[in-house]
């Protein structure tokens, strides 16, 4: 199970940091995210170790996924934040596989989403 938090209201220009705890170790985590009436899309992923990332050409340069693993939490620092960035964030984990992937059907599963809205 994966509990998401730190979603909130934050200007243009400004920074937000998301958690992810996940109830059990998992491998591979990873943030996707969904704004009203477009699909689900991937924003970055990050292998069991920290060592490969992956991100979203969209956030790269602005947002950082890093994890803990004694912590079993996920992070996603994003900073100089966009109107375009505002979204439902959920993270995902996977069960098996230590890759950070970009493709949502690999991952086994998801929190239940944290909501990031960015006024211009």
């Known amino acids: 199970q994966l509990q998401a938090s730190g979603g909130g209201l934050v200007q243009a220009g400004g920074s937000l940091r998301l958690s992810c705890t996940a109830s059990?170790?998992?491998?591979?985590m990873g943030w996707f995210r969904q704004a009203p009436g477009k699909e689900r899309e991937f924003v970055a992923a990050i292998s069991w170790n920290g060592g490969s990332t992956n991100y979203a050409d969209s956030v790269k340069g602005r947002f950082t996924a890093s994890r803990d693993n004694a912590k079993n939490t996920l992070y996603l620092q994003m900073n100089s934040l966009e109107p375009e960035d505002t979204a439902v964030y959920f993270c995902?984990?996977?069960?098996?596989?230590?890759?950070?992937?970009?493709?949502?059907?690999?991952?086994?599963?998801w929190g239940q989403g944290t909501q990031v809205t960015v006024s211009s």
């Open positions: 059990g170790r998992t491998y591979a």
């Open positions: 995902a984990g996977r069960l098996y596989s230590s890759v950070a992937s970009r493709t949502s059907s690999d991952y086994d599963y």
